[in-house]
């Protein structure tokens, strides 16, 4: 099975600009998982989709990141104004439904963003 | 809050001998701890997961320990091989409705021919 998707790999805007991610999940995968990695610091949740809905956005660093999943399938991440400090690796991560705690996650290869 | 910690210098070992990586976490009783392998320019892969009732999980190269008195996880990889050079991450559920990873920085390990 094709595993997980993310586009673009790299994308270098200035601050104040506009950057949507893409990030195709496995397919029949209900959760999804935004996570991001700031220079020399560890993978950090963002936030988790369950189908269409946002079960836990408590790791959005503010209102300039916007997350979507209309219709369950991809989604999108957008930062808007983008500044500095948003630049990092910005994983994407599905899982099967949730029927235990048990919970493999299948991460995609990453999109590197850099705002300059 | 919670914290996790990895040895964050390489760890550079003889090809053939084992790979022994620490996890140790504080502020947190996890029901589960996984440790995932990353490459440059790739997503964290999953390795092996590990549940607080036990205290061992091994597979094929790989053997995990979890000791929840010490709140640590050992991470051994033996007849290590050149191509087990990785960063290795260790990884706790946080088990809220969410399910989401709570990670280490992770540790560099570095298998010399």
């Known amino acids: 099975e094709a595993g997980v998707t993310q586009f673009p790999s790299h994308s270098v805007i200035e601050k104040g600009q506009t950057v949507t991610l893409r990030c195709d999940p496995i397919s029949g995968h209900d959760n999804l998982y935004w996570y991001r990695r700031v220079m020399g610091k560890e993978i950090k949740f963002l936030l988790h989709?369950?189908?269409?809905?946002?079960?836990?956005e408590s790791g959005m660093p503010n209102n300039r990141f916007l997350a979507e999943r209309t219709g369950g399938t991809y989604s999108t991440l957008k930062v808007q104004p983008a500044e500095l400090e948003d630049s990092g690796v910005y994983f994407c991560?599905?899982?099967?439904?949730?029927?235990?705690?048990?919970?493999?996650?299948?991460f995609g290869p990453g999109t590197r963003l850099t705002v300059l | 809050s919670q914290k996790i910690e990895q040895n964050s210098e390489a760890l550079n070992i003889q090809e053939g001998k084992t790979a022994t990586l620490t996890c140790n976490y504080t502020?947190?009783?996890?029901?589960?701890l996984q440790w995932y392998r990353q490459d440059p320019g790739r997503g964290p892969v999953f390795l092996l997961l590990i549940r607080e009732n036990e205290k061992e999980k091994r597979k094929e190269r790989l053997k995990v320990t979890f000791d929840t008195t010490l709140k640590q996880s050992l991470f051994h990889i033996t007849a290590s091989q050149p191509a087990d050079s990785a960063t290795y991450l260790c990884a706790l559920d946080w088990m809220d409705s969410s399910y989401k990873l709570i990670f280490g920085s992770g540790t560099r390990l570095l298998v010399r021919p």
């Open positions: 991560a599905s899982s099967r439904t949730v029927l235990s705690s048990y919970n493999e996650q299948f």
């Open positions: 502020n947190y009783s996890p029901a589960y």
């Open positions: 989709f369950v189908k269409e809905s946002k079960q836990d």
